[in-house]
């Protein structure tokens, strides 16, 4: 979620680019030990101060005011920043993170993974993979307005999901039973030329919480 302080949402998201670019660098890149030390030397000089502020704090009433109050974004719109989320969030080190634009019924995002979520060579962690759809599947949820948690995730994986180019996610709500929501997700890469660039597809279980209302 974003501060009413848009001076330090943009500090915030600049530090946590920072991060991920050195994340990246640490795994795409030979390091020696020295510059290993003195990056180590550096953070221990600067992290006192980090931990002195306040403790962040999320509650369950802000979350669910967040998912039920959000008016929809019009088609072809960027969905709000949300900054601590942590696979999408820009002001979360560990996100990736993604700009996440409606499109008609769907929740879509055009990602680049980097070095840092590579499993196999040449391809994305499932895990990492996971973790985006189920962020994405949230965005689902803003479209409807719904408050719910994940029951259950099952991603097909086609093709191996590349890195280090543009491949697109996304989401949409197949259909709802009662306080069972049904989303499909889908990532193509159009570097693909085979006829089928769909290289993972996403089944998921979203469960609405008692108290929440329902339509």
């Not at 999408?88 to 980097?114: C, E, F, K, M, Q």
């Not at 689902?140 to 029951?151: E, H, I, K, P, Y």
């Not at 889908?186 to 929440?212: K, M, Q, S, W, Y």
Request: proline letters at 7%; glycine letters at 8%; hydrophobic letters at 40%.
């Amino acid at each position: 979620m974003t501060s009413h302080d848009p001076f330090l949402d943009a500090a915030r998201i600049a530090a946590a680019d920072r991060v991920r670019d050195v994340t990246h660098a640490l795994m795409g890149h030979e390091q020696d030990p020295l510059t290993l030390d003195k990056l180590v030397r550096s953070l221990d000089e600067l992290l006192p101060e980090l931990v002195d502020g306040p403790r962040n704090k999320r509650s369950l009433a802000s979350f669910a005011d967040e998912r039920l109050n959000n008016s929809m974004p019009d088609d072809e719109a960027v969905f709000p920043l949300h900054l601590e989320r942590p696979v999408s969030g820009a002001g979360n080190p560990w996100s990736i993170p993604l700009t996440v634009v409606r499109r008609g019924d769907r929740a879509v995002s055009t990602v680049l993974l980097r070095e840092a979520f590579e499993g196999a060579p040449g391809r994305s962690h499932g895990g990492v993979v996971a973790a985006i759809f189920d962020d994405l599947c949230g965005y689902v949820l803003s479209m409807t307005q719904t408050m719910a948690f994940t029951a259950w995730l099952r991603i097909e994986f086609l093709h191996g999901t590349p890195l280090g180019h543009p491949i697109t996610f996304s989401t949409w709500l197949d259909r709802q039973e009662g306080r069972k929501l049904f989303i499909e997700g889908e990532c193509a890469d159009g570097e693909r030329h085979d006829g089928d660039n769909i290289v993972t597809r996403c089944h998921a279980l979203f469960i609405i919480p008692p108290g929440v209302p329902i339509d």
